[in-house]
C-alpha cells in the first residue's frame, strides 16, 4: 500500500522559505504522480505543484508560479516542494498526495485532487506578516 509522510512544515515570516518533504513508499508502479495540495481554514483545498514520475513533467498553481518549485530525489523516494518568498496567504496545511498516472498531460489533471488515491496526514505552514 501507498505511504505518504510530509514534514518540513512551521513558522516563518514573510518573504521567508521553508522546504517541504514527501516521503513515498509502496508504488507498484513506474507512472504516477505525487501533488501538493493545501487547505486553509475556512477555505477549499487547493492544488498547488504536482510532478509526474515517469517523464518529470510538472505543474503549478498560478498563485505560486515563479515562488514555489517542485523537485524529486528519486534515490530517496521523496518529493520536495521547496517554498520562497511565502505570503501570508499561504499560510494553509500542506499535504502530499499520490495518483496512477492517466494518459493524459499531467497539466490537464494534476493539481485536481479528485485524481489522487493516497494522501499523508499533513503539515502545517504558517505565514506570520
Known amino acids: 500500500e501507498v505511504q505518504l509522510v510530509e514534514s518540513g512544515g512551521g513558522l516563518v515570516q514573510a518573504g521567508g522559505s521553508l522546504r517541504l518533504s514527501c516521503a513515498a513508499s509502496?508504488?507498484?508502479?513506474?507512472?504516477?504522480?505525487i501533488g501538493w495540495f493545501r487547505q486553509a481554514p475556512g477555505k477549499e483545498r487547493e492544488g498547488v505543484s504536482c510532478?509526474?514520475?515517469?517523464?518529470?513533467?510538472?505543474a503549478y498553481a498560478d498563485s505560486v508560479l515563479g515562488r514555489f518549485t517542485i523537485s524529486s530525489d528519486n534515490a530517496k523516494n521523496t518529493v520536495y516542494l521547496h517554498l520562497n518568498n511565502l505570503l501570508p496567504e499561504d499560510t494553509a496545511v500542506y499535504y502530499c498526495?499520490?495518483?496512477?498516472?492517466?494518459?493524459?498531460?499531467?497539466?490537464?489533471?494534476?493539481?485536481?485532487?479528485?485524481?489522487?488515491?493516497?494522501w499523508g496526514k499533513g503539515t502545517l505552514v504558517t505565514v506570520s506578516s
Open positions: 498526495a499520490a495518483a496512477a498516472g492517466l494518459s493524459a498531460h499531467l497539466s490537464a489533471w494534476g493539481l485536481s485532487w479528485s485524481w489522487y488515491d493516497y
Open positions: 509502496g508504488f507498484t508502479s513506474d507512472d504516477y504522480a
Open positions: 510532478i509526474r514520475s515517469s517523464d518529470g513533467s510538472t
